[in-house]
């Protein structure tokens, strides 16, 4: 399947990028800077595995009451890269023990552009 704006049934109506947006607000009682530990794994993750085309991770500015923590912006060409990625171990791993014992919500969203 590839990512497109349309598809149905298989049938893909001109091919997109897939984008995983992904914002985290972290629990008040996560270590200090646990954040930049978690952009910092999932940049080391994103550069090891060819189907992520970019990466973009960030701890908020905190220039507005009620943003998130921090945000993960990741650009494959299909879904399937997109699968990799997932379903990757350490992928997992981060999820397990960096992210999830530490965050009060997650915002995740996949779109095509």
Known sequence: MCAVAHCSHGDCYGRRM?????????????????????????????????????AA????????????????????????????YADHPEHQRIIREMIAPHIDSRQPVQFTT
């Open 18 to 54: 897939l984008h995983h947006v992904v914002t985290f607000q972290l629990s008040s009682d996560a270590p200090a800077g646990q954040a930049e530990r978690i952009c910092e794994a999932i940049d080391a993750l994103a550069a090891t595995l060819p189907e992520v085309r970019s």
């Open 57 to 84: 991770t960030g701890v908020d500015l905190g220039l507005r009451e009620g943003n998130a923590s921090l945000a993960v912006v990741l650009t494959f060409d299909d879904v399937e890269s997109f699968g990799v």
